[in-house]
């Protein structure tokens, strides 16, 4: 049987003889030359073999196969007959999910046959190939929580495919229904309402135990964002000893496997991790049940369960990420105190937690996108198969958009190339408007991802939150040898209003009810009456309607709004900010080749920037432009496309024109995220180039 420690629940499906490459060390520049040709050419090439939308069947879920939990024996022991039942997930969440390794941990005994699973084509009980200890564990946490039903994909995915070795078999029901299993595994972990991580490292002593309760309740560090310190009631003896306590917990191998990376983070805040702890520990870890052990939101740090520490994934990551930054951000005050090799060895100790326990919202600027760290930690991680990268990383982005991983496995096409590919077909934003990076043919596509995709979603007081910044993706994108084509609406940009001047609390208005605040209601209406007053009565007609129909939504909770109106409130928000600090706005109107008159239909944030500044096209135009776009997720009832709402709205410069299928079309560099609310109901999106940042062009054998 095959090794299963990289977690990979396609591992039981028997190896071609096609060994698997992975080339994630590779440079751009040692990538082209061995592939013989250039990136951009090869990423074309990658781009011909996808799947145009990832139909991820719903009926895998709507027939979730489930084990029920045993009759319970008394003391720790259970029948050792485990019966099988089928749940909806879309609609019964009360299951676990469990996530573990496949291989024991050196801490665990590897017993097994203990017990007696139902098999699902002959209904017959069979001996299970989990260690008895892991189903011992997590039997006895679903007993605490008084939950009924496990999902474990060991037994409820398809393994045995009986000798099939088409991956993309369509002939044999036992195949579909394992890569059907497969295509929707990370929902399994969203939905779940008790989503659970099974760490094999347990907490031995009960000074062990005092330390890490102390990490949790954050008593290690003070302050927040870039004022994070350490505790000045901690030495900087205990804060090693403390990170050194974080070390040993993250080499567990469960947080060094790709397929759990996905476990994990589509998990999200209900995810739970189980360390188990001596009995002797059981009445100082209850002790902390009181208030002084409860964590900001009054939940006890180690929970209820006998035996068993159970930690809400987020905290630990949480409180990880703040003592590992503190130390970072003082390391210069207390250098003195280590010598510079121990002080090395810290910093090591300290990156390799942050790559396997960081806290995104922590690591992260809010301006920053999150795709580039998420496919830098996946690409860390042990995988059995390597070409499932592509599939984990898709379903942690939000990609609708998958390669075909199986052709381009048997090409030998680049891995590394292919997960670049699936990033920018899925709409991922490169910054053509930068300086070109000289050294960038000696990154990695990792790297390269970090220092290319656009990381600027804010101007200098408007931040958003990294969730909004994962949706900042292109509409539709096409690779071609000129660059990313995508469409979406271009913006003459021409009149500023500067609103310095304007009263603070806007004007009066009859309705203060909205979705938007009194206030903000107030400062809108007040822009309404100034594009009154200058003359724009078709932007200041449809902002009033706009306003009119907040009013109407009113009572309408937040999660009932259509996209469109979600990210136009989000939008006026932001434009009601702009004009409480005083900024310059600019009106923008519809454009391209073809226009004559257009009126003023859009506003945006333009904040310091004076029209004595505009730029001018490489062939004469002499405004400034700003291009969006737009796109609700794209979900039905029959399928779940993994795909977000998408948006962009970016100032760019027009750098000529290409021609596609007999017609011009503008490339448009970036220049910078330029937020702004714009209305153009009934207009149909135009076609846009965005060509190759010049540095990945110059990348070639």
Known sequence: MPRRGSHSP???????????????????????????????????????NTEKTHNRVWSFLENLECLRLPQHLGGQEFCAKVNREMVDARQFRRYVA??????????????????????????????SEVRDCVLNRIFNYMRSIGVDLL???????????????????????????????????????????????????????????????????????????????????????QVCVAVDLLRRITSDDWWTRGWIFQENYRGGTNMKLLIKHPAKLEHQKRRYLKEDGRNPSGIPVFGEVDGELCIRSIDFHEQATRLCLACQQCSGRYRGRSTPAAMARMSRTITRILHRAGKYTLLLKSSEPLTPRIVADIDRRQMHKHWDKPDIIANCCGYATRLNTEQLKTRKVSLSLSILAQCLLNGEVLYNGRQPDPKAADLTVPQYLQRAVFASFYSKTIRQSLTFNKSCRFFRPTLTEAGIRTSGHLWKLCKTIDTSGWPDGGMWVDDLDGKLQPIQRRRLAYFVEVLEEEGHRDLATTFSTYLLKDAQRANIPYRCLSFAERYMLTMAGELDRAIERGDQLILGSLWNLHSSYSPYMAVFIWKDR????????????????????????NSS???????????????????????????????????????????????????ALFPWPSDLMRIIP
């Open 10 to 48: 396609g591992a039981l499906i028997e190896d071609s003889a096609m060994p698997e490459m992975d080339d994630k060390g590779s440079s751009l520049s040692r990538i082209a030359r061995q592939q013989n040709d250039s990136i951009v050419s090869l990423l074309i090439d990658i781009v011909r």
């Open 98 to 127: 469990l996530s573990y390794t496949w291989e024991p941990s050196k801490h665990e005994p590897s017993s097994d046959k203990f017990y007696h699973v139902q098999e699902p084509r002959d209904q017959q009980h069979k001996p």
């Open 151 to 237: 999902w474990i994909d060991r037994h409820c995915i398809v393994q045995d495919r009986k000798g099939c070795e088409d991956p993309v078999c369509r002939r044999h029901e036992w195949c579909i229904q394992k890569r059907e299993g497969l295509a929707v595994m990370d929902q399994v972990y969203k939905l779940s309402d008790y989503p659970v991580g099974l760490l094999g490292r347990p907490i031995k002593s009960a000074w062990e135990l005092s330390l890490l309760a102390n990490i949790l309740l954050g008593r290690f560090t003070e302050g927040d964002g870039d004022r994070l310190y350490l505790s000045r009631k901690k030495s900087w003896q």
């Open 610 to 633: 004076s029209a004595k500044s505009f730029t001018r096209g490489s062939y004469g135009i002499r405004d400034a432009f700003a291009f969006t776009a737009s796109c609700p997720e």
């Open 637 to 687: 009832d029959e399928f779940d496309l993994n795909d977000l709402d998408r948006h962009v709205s970016f100032e760019v410069d027009i750098d000529g024109l290409v021609q596609v299928h007999n017609e011009l079309v503008p490339k448009l560099k970036i220049r910078r995220w330029l937020p702004g609310l714009c209305f153009f109901e009934g207009e149909g999106r135009d076609k």
